[in-house]
């Protein structure tokens, strides 16, 4: 069963390097849009961040309000991954980090990936606690 498995999340500080990664496991991720999601206690799913699949030129990406200039997504079509750098981190950011890959063949908006689309393909989960 085509699954994405992500890695990377644990307990951290708010300062140093943290990124998140995304792999599809038996799938190519080429014509999917990918996002990161977090879901922390008590709730809702946030879309984070959500970067365009390659039904475009360049990656095109979107970033919710509250990572906005602190988190970065990227993606390596080779390595058939995505990733989500967390640089400044808050204790706000604690949660459990999805990332989701939705059908892109023809370019999706990227915000409409984080915000409207039910992905098709989910992650198990990776927890990020941050505290200092």
């Known amino acids: 069963q085509a699954q994405l498995v992500e890695s990377g999340g644990g307990l951290v500080e708010p300062e140093g390097s943290l990124r998140l990664s995304c792999k599809a496991a038996?799938?190519?991720?080429?014509?999917?849009?990918v996002g990161w999601f977090r879901q922390a206690p008590g709730s809702e799913r946030e879309g984070v961040s959500c970067i365009s699949s390659q039904s475009t030129s360049y990656n095109n990406t979107y970033y919710a309000d509250s990572v906005k200039g602190r988190f970065a997504i990227s993606r390596d079509y080779a390595k058939n991954t995505v990733y989500l750098q967390m640089g400044s981190r808050k204790p706000e950011d604690t949660a459990v980090y999805y990332c989701?890959?939705?059908?892109?063949?023809?370019?999706?908006?990227?915000?409409?990936?984080?915000?409207?689309?039910?992905?098709?393909?989910w992650g198990q989960g990776t927890q990020v606690t941050v505290s200092s």
């Open positions: 989701g890959a939705v059908w892109s063949p023809n370019h999706l908006p990227e915000w409409s990936v984080c915000v409207e689309y039910e992905p098709d393909y």
């Open positions: 038996d799938f190519s991720l080429d014509n999917y849009a």
